[in-house]
């Protein structure tokens, strides 16, 4: 017998799934298609967590203030790269490692408990130290944070294809995004508001906030019920790290959805810039609050419509987005050469940046859901531990190629990643729909 709060949990997933058969499961054991709404709620919950543990942990933000206010500005520069490709860049290691666990929601608790210790660490280090000897402990933690973070992306997607059937996994990466949207709106008022200059014991009370609730999401996480799937055994993980990099020559779906993936970073890279025009057009101080508050709302305003979008075609969402993405580069690079750098600082870069977050949370969310849905058991692994370490190398190389084009001029930057953009919606097009497979 069902009891009262497995009743309850039924309700709600009946009601996030939209269907009257909400336990309609097509490419997972029975077994597990009895666990999925409790699974659905813990995955939910252990992932808005984290999205408000990095809102308070921003490289962009948080961090580099922090870098500035203890007296260590030169190394602002490291964060956001240490931050992205730090993650990235050992997943194929990793992904060896999780390959050889039946089970491996672990993996993903440790990585977040992991980045519980980093952050509390930076906390510790900003509290008792100052200058460069205090900066370098943020730098410190920060790369051992990017690697947990990267047993954490690993692991994600292959417990949550093991857990959440198709067509329900674009609308819980989607759920999840809105509601960390909406919660990063919340905090960014209540924290940020009218508070004038914080002081650095502000920001280390925000860090240590940020580990608590990366403790809550892997003692949540750990409660996932997760049936024992394909294992791979023996062999050294760096060798077996290097041979899955023949995926990309012997798999050619695979290797089109790389090339996919890596044109479309436009939606990332390119958001900087808008920032750095406004910049130059107004210099009010509050312009960083607005972009911030469009990050946040662009988030829990798309990532549902997305989620659901996903469910139907993973492929025609990263199209579409892909699509947004580079038509809002070409626009705002064309009107800026047109106009001047000067032009419409206080509303027309700030809607230009809230347009492209909604289209780059289109492109994560699509391009998520369509390496889930691509492959199963260990394949499922290699293909996200393959594809983030490249995506990691290519962002470190695509990060010095747009910082050469900035020397001639923000917009020419802001015109090559449109046009690189508009490469990716066309390789899109080439792709596989693996969602109704």
């Not at 509290?127 to 047993?151: H, M, N």
């Not at 607005?290 to 990532?303: I, R």
């Not at 870069?349 to 849905?373: E, I, N, Q």
């Amino acid at each position: 017998m069902p009891t009262r709060n497995e009743d309850t949990l039924d309700q709600l997933y009946s009601l996030v799934a939209n269907e009257e058969d909400a336990r309609a499961c097509t490419d997972i054991p029975d077994s597990a298609c009895r666990e999925v709404p409790r699974n659905f709620f813990l995955i939910l919950a252990s992932n808005v967590l984290t999205k408000l543990g990095d809102l308070l942990t921003s490289p962009k933000t948080v961090l580099a203030w922090l870098m500035s206010a203890i007296g260590a500005p030169a190394l602002v520069a490291w964060l956001v790269p240490i931050r992205e490709s730090g993650s990235m860049l050992p997943q194929m290691v990793i992904g060896a490692w999780v390959r050889r666990r039946p089970v491996r929601k672990g993996f993903w608790v440790m990585g977040s408990l992991g980045q519980a210790v980093s952050v509390a660490a930076m906390a510790a280090g900003v509290w008792f130290l100052e200058g460069y000897a205090a900066g370098g402990v943020v730098l410190a933690a920060l790369v051992a944070f990017s690697l947990s973070r990267g047993f954490c992306s690993v692991a994600m997607k292959d417990v949550q294809g093991k857990c959440i059937p198709k067509k329900r996994r674009g609308r819980l990466s989607g759920l999840a995004s809105t509601l960390g949207g909406t919660g990063t709106v919340i905090l960014t008022v209540l924290l940020f508001w009218d508070r004038g200059d914080p002081t650095v014991a502000f920001y280390a009370a925000l860090l240590l906030l940020a580990a608590t609730l990366w403790v809550i999401a892997g003692l949540l996480f750990a409660s996932v019920d997760e049936y024992e799937g394909e294992t791979s055994g023996g062999g050294n993980a760096m060798a077996d790290a290097f041979r899955n990099l023949s995926l990309l020559r012997d798999d050619a779906p695979f290797r089109r959805f790389v090339i996919t993936r890596a044109l479309l970073l436009c939606s990332a890279l390119a958001s900087p810039y808008f920032v750095v025009m406004a910049q130059k057009a107004s210099d009010h101080g509050w312009l960083l609050g607005v972009f911030l508050l469009a990050s946040s709302l662009a988030s829990s305003l798309s990532a549902s419509f997305w989620g659901w979008a996903a469910d139907r075609s993973s492929r025609q969402v990263m199209i579409r987005a892909g699509a947004l993405a580079s038509g809002i580069c070409l626009v705002t690079g064309t009107v800026a050469a047109v106009t001047g750098e000067g032009f419409g600082g206080l509303w027309f870069f700030p809607l230009a940046f809230f347009a492209l977050s909604v289209a780059h949370a289109g492109v994560r969310l699509g391009r998520k859901t369509y390496l889930v849905d691509m492959a199963g058991g260990n394949k499922r692994t290699d293909y996200t531990s393959v594809s983030n370490s490249v995506i990691g190398l290519l962002l470190l190389v695509a990060g010095g190629l747009t910082a050469l084009v900035s020397l001639v001029s923000n917009v020419a930057v802001i015109l090559l990643l449109g046009l690189m953009g508009a490469a990716g919606v066309a390789s899109a097009l080439r792709l596989n729909d693996v969602t109704n497979d």
